[in-house]
């Protein structure tokens, strides 16, 4: 469980209670071993790899079965795109999450929304927030699935007008 997620000079930090630290600097997601130094059997070579290259991390949690969520970002065809990955204990992709370990624009309609965040509720499912020209949410199945009973396909959007916004300001 973390204890604590910063962004430290760019770089996105999350302590667990057992002192290694889940570290993300653009494209690499590292874990310090409990002596502080990169866990070099982590991953490929101390670093997690994303199934789809680089990608601009964003968010980072774990799950209480060791397995950890990232949320990136990458650039395709010149429209930016959001990928939900899971990532097994040691650092390799989750292949029973998603397709290949990866959610394409986490849940959120391509194009229309950008995922900004996520949080794994008590049931084992994934709520991702975000927004774009409305307010998004997107719920996932533990394995990665679109929930049928959230929303239209487990996804739900509130466009704001005018009364809304000003109410709010």
Do not use: C
């Not at 986490?106 to 509720?121: E, K, S």
């Not at 008590?122 to 927004?131: I, P, Q």
């Not at 959007?157 to 916004?165: C, L, M, V």
């Amino acid at each position: 469980i973390p204890v604590r997620w910063n962004d430290v000079a760019g770089s996105k930090v999350s302590v667990f209670r057992d002192t290694r630290r889940m570290i993300s600097e653009l494209n690499q997601i590292r874990r310090n071993a409990k002596n502080g130094t990169y866990d070099l059997n982590f991953g490929l070579n101390g670093q997690a790899q994303a199934p789809v290259g680089f990608l601009s991390w964003e968010r980072l949690n774990t799950l209480p079965d060791g397995k950890f969520l990232a949320l990136g970002t990458r650039l395709v065809n010149g429209a930016s795109r959001n990928y939900l990955v899971q990532f097994l204990e040691n650092g390799s992709p989750d292949l029973n999450f998603g397709s290949g370990g990866l959610v394409i624009d986490a849940g959120m309609p391509a194009g229309l929304h950008r995922a900004y965040t996520f949080i794994r509720l008590d049931s084992g499912k994934l709520l991702v927030a975000g927004g774009g020209s409305a307010l998004a949410f997107a719920q996932l199945l533990p394995n990665g699935a679109p929930d049928p009973d959230f929303g239209v396909s487990g996804f739900i959007a509130h466009q704001f007008d005018n009364d809304e916004i000003a109410k709010v300001n």
